[in-house]
């Protein structure tokens, strides 16, 4: 397979050397990730299903994307998106912008260390307020939790988690 030209311009090896100490939140996930995803329902039911997720350095190496696919290719995808996420000095925290077109989904939130997680506030495509959260994190698995609420004073509901663990560096 030939690589596209785009594809050799958006990738990147690794940060800048001004850059790397504001990496490491999320640096610790580049390369691949096989995943067992769980979706609760508002009706009680449960959906499960096995996933992959690759992580790489992009644009210069100052922004990590994350491509997400729920079930594992080739099966037919219930979940095809990305994400982008940008360190930002000013507000010493991480943009992160979620697209999924194959649900016309998508979530912009901000992403801070919190303790020995990783929690991403925002809101999303239907108008809730969303946290997503990285837990149990180690070098080669974590624990993904997406909960959303409509509005501050309701309780958060967890939607969907990945138990991730670490296929390729």
Not at 72 to 85: D, E, I, N, Q, V
Not at 97 to 120: M, T
Request: hydrophobic residues 35%.
């Amino acid at each position: 397979m030939t690589i596209s030209p785009f594809l050799i311009a958006l990738g990147s090896e690794g940060p800048p050397a001004d850059r790397a100490k504001d990496m490491d939140l999320y640096g610790w996930l580049i390369g691949s990730w096989e995943m067992d995803s769980v979706h609760y329902l508002d009706d009680g039911t449960i959906q499960k299903w096995d996933g992959e997720c690759h992580f790489g350095w992009v644009l210069g190496g100052r922004a990590i994307q994350d491509v997400w696919i729920r079930p594992k290719r080739p099966a037919p995808s219930t979940m095809y998106g990305t994400t982008l996420r940008i360190f930002d000095p000013g507000i010493d925290g991480w943009h992160i912008i979620w697209n999924d077109p194959l649900n016309q989904d998508h979530s912009r939130q901000i992403g801070r260390a919190e303790g020995s997680d990783i929690v991403q506030l925002g809101s999303d495509s239907c108008g809730l307020k969303t946290r997503w959260r990285f837990t149990e994190i180690t070098a080669d698995s974590f624990h993904w939790i997406g909960e959303e609420r409509s509005s501050e004073s309701d309780a958060w509901q967890i939607t969907y988690e990945h138990f991730a663990r670490r296929t390729k560096p």
